[in-house]
């Protein structure tokens, strides 16, 4: 068995552009469900509307595309209803933060069984390049012409203080990294977020100067700052620039959670 | 094994160079029928899943498959006697 | 069929049908006048092996229902006129993707926040075109403490059925008052029809309603909002399909009006002819008890969406319709349609019953 079993082979190839680093994402969140064992049967996407989202329907398993921002109050749903099945959640950072943050906060907050894996372009690339809650400061997208001028979320951050019981970051640089944090993710009962940092080309690359896919991701890999060295230049008194941010397992720990399978 | 590149589904972005740890492989020159250079195997022989493989009996590497956003990777077995570069290890 | 005596609030008459429904699955958000139906679900669900949670909010509930009903679970959420604003986006979805989920909105005074302890029928029009674009629901009326249990018993069975939201239209006065009600020992529970092993998800038969495939049976079913074709994947940009997929959801409903429609007719010889549903049926019958007159018909609505216009016919010689309505005549609107005698509403905003005056000064008032 191998991650490509699990694709829906009559609806590939997909939508998305050349070069999305969501294609990435799918790839490696459907290798560690293959390693972990899990059947088709018994595992059900949810996702939320965007590019991330359509990612369930390339997959073959039970899934819900639902609306806006929603996504994780149907995952609620379907996981309270039946804890047998397993819960995976496609986002993207505007699904998520911004129109779905109450229902992200309460998931952390209630720790329910399920995982979520975010796939944060920093734009809302679906319908054609909108500033998000995660545009970083100064960059462009349609609706930030002269440059965001709101600070962005640290998505990380909102779930470890919400709740959840296991967060991370990687890019789609590090696939092999992603790979392993969301089988971890998947393995640990409780709220798992997974955020995985992608290029957007069409939308973000495109009017934020990064030409070639292939510089957007080198800019992702060199200014991923990975926690142990984070630790220790914090330790040491180095200043972090503040364009770099820190990839790996953020937080894991223990919390009660919901809907565990029996 | 060898490496293929389903040219159906690929579309040009050029990833596979960019994150493959052996370099095996090369920017395309030439076009295809859809307007997109799908990047050519410059090295194959340096590439570990295919000589390995078969040897250890699960996938090595396999980081450039992972990556490809349009699932255009794979690995199949290749004809008897096919000639193909060898790199030795020593 | 022996049944037992109880004196019971009517949002607990609601609860309770739903339990004997064999609901399994309540997801929703305290709002008064109809939070003791989640209050009396948190109590009782767990009992009967059903899971409670009260979500963040109105649509964070609808979304929990409709993801609890593709699990299998009959699922229901109890709100009222501002939770029943927030959910309509959710509702859409539902009827969209065909899950059968139940939605009591207990009304109240509106609009906006209103009066929250006070009684109205000002949503009516909304639970039929409440959410974007063209659907079909369903909506039931109770008038009594006992239709509270008897209608949430078939709104269960209508849902599954038809694979719809079926809306239980209460109001504040059927809500909290508490009346003498009869249980019955078992209730009928009709369910969904399967997806048999080999057929589309989403592909009709003759009556216009796929089969259901619920999650964890390896159907392998994609649902999504997105206009989709028979296999359930998107594929929104075709105008044939989306046409054909939004007639079969209107006509789902709407060629089946007959065959759940509920209503009881009476003196259908009268000229002067009272349409009501809901607590204003209850001031209609004080009026007819007090009158006695053979030529006052009644025609009390128990299932208003899809509306049973063919009832309306059933009065041969009516020369004008009575609607009291606890708003400003929402289905007085809807009956002018379909008649072509004058339709007299008798609207009554504030939050108080009509009382039998208020009837007889309308009924004088047109001679």
């Known amino acids: 068995m191998s991650f490509e079993d699990w694709y829906r082979q009559d609806r590939l190839p997909h939508i998305y552009c050349a070069g999305c680093g969501n294609g990435t994402i799918i790839n490696c969140t459907l290798a560690a469900i293959d390693q972990m064992g899990w059947k088709k049967e018994e595992t059900v996407f949810v996702s939320g509307i965007g590019c991330s989202s359509r990612a369930p329907g390339y997959i073959l398993t039970d899934s819900l595309h639902t609306t806006h921002g929603r996504a994780l109050a149907f ?103 992603l790979e392993k944090a969301v089988k971890v993710g998947l393995e640990t009962p409780g709220f798992s977020f997974i955020e995985a940092l992608v290029q957007c080309p069409t939308a973000f690359g495109r009017r934020n100067k990064f030409r070639q896919v292939a510089d957007h991701v080198e800019y992702l890999r060199s200014h991923s700052l990975l926690k142990a060295k984070r630790d220790r230049m914090l330790e040491s008194g180095e200043k972090i620039p503040g364009d770099m941010f820190v990839v790996g397992e953020l937080t894991r720990r223990n919390r009660p959670a919901m809907g565990v399978k029996p | 094994m060898k490496l293929a590149i389903d040219e159906t589904r690929c579309k040009g972005c050029n990833l596979c160079i960019k994150v493959c740890p052996y370099k095996i492989f090369n920017e395309g020159r030439k076009l295809n029928r859809k307007g997109i250079a799908i990047p050519e195997l410059d090295r194959p022989e340096r590439c570990a899943n295919c000589r390995l493989r078969n040897l250890y009996g699960r996938q090595i590497c396999g980081v450039c498959q992972l990556t490809c956003p349009d699932q255009a990777i794979h690995w199949i077995e290749e004809e008897p006697y096919e000639p193909h570069k060898v790199a030795i290890e020593y | ?272 002819v009272f349409i009501a549903y809901g607590a204003p049926v209850r001031t209609v019958q004080q009026v007819m008890h007090d009158k006695k007159d053979k030529d006052l018909g009644f025609l009390r609505l128990r299932t208003v969406w899809p509306f049973p216009e063919k009832a309306l016919a059933g009065f041969r010689n009516v020369q004008a319709f009575f609607v009291p309505e606890m708003n400003l005549g929402q289905i007085a609107r809807e009956i002018e349609r379909h008649v072509k005698v004058p339709v007299i509403s008798i609207p009554k905003l504030g939050g108080e019953l009509h009382t039998p005056a208020d009837l007889v000064a309308a009924l004088e008032a047109h001679q």
């Open chain 1, 75 to 177: 995952a609620t749903g379907v996981k309270m209803a039946n804890p047998d099945l397993n819960v995976v959640v496609f986002t993207g950072d505007g699904d998520l933060a911004a129109i779905g943050g109450n229902h992200f906060i309460h998931a952390c907050r209630r720790n329910i069984d399920i995982t979520v894996v975010c796939m944060n372009n920093q734009i809302y690339g679906m319908t054609g390049g909108q500033g998000s809650p995660t545009t970083p400061l100064g960059c462009l997208s349609s609706t930030t012409p002269f440059g965001c001028a709101e600070t962005p979320f640290d998505l990380c951050e909102l779930a470890t203080a919400a709740g959840a019981n296991y967060v991370s970051r990687w890019t789609s640089y590090h696939v092999k990294e």
């Open chain 3, 1 to 272: 069929m022996t049944s037992r005596l109880e004196f019971w609030q009517g949002n607990t008459a609601c609860a309770e049908g739903a339990l004997a429904a064999g609901c399994n699955f309540f997801g929703g958000y305290p709002i008064t006048p109809s939070t003791e139906v989640a209050e009396h679900m948190a109590a009782k669900l767990k009992k009967n092996g059903g899971v409670f949670i009260q979500m963040e909010d109105e649509i964070a509930s609808m979304a929990s229902i409709i993801g609890a009903s593709w699990t299998g679970a009959r699922a229901m959420t109890a709100t009222s006129g501002p939770g029943f604003s927030l959910m309509m986006e959710n509702i859409g979805f539902a009827a969209m993707t065909e899950t059968p989920c139940v939605v009591v909105n207990v009304q109240r005074g509106g609009p906006s926040t209103g009066q929250p302890t006070m009684s109205a029928q000002g949503d009516m029009m909304q639970a039929r075109f409440g959410s974007h674009g063209d659907y079909a629901i369903i909506a039931l009326c109770p008038a009594t403490v006992q239709e509270m249990y008897e209608l949430t018993v078939k709104a269960f069975n209508l849902a599954d059925k038809y694979r719809v939201p079926v809306f239980l239209m209460a109001d504040e006065t059927i809500g909290h008052m508490r009346e003498k009600i009869l249980i019955p020992d078992t209730v009928e529970r009709i369910g969904r029809k399967p997806l048999l092993p080999g057929t589309l998800p989403f592909k009709a038969d003759a009556d216009l309603i796929p089969g259901f495939g619920k999650f964890g049976t390896g159907h392998h079913v994609h649902v999504t909002g997105l206009t989709h074709d028979e296999r359930g994947y998107p594929s929104a940009t075709n105008p044939k399909l989306h046409a054909a997929l939004v007639q079969r959801l209107v006509d789902k409903i709407e060629n089946a009006r007959y065959d759940m429609a509920d209503y009881d007719i009476i003196n259908p010889e009268a000229s002067k």
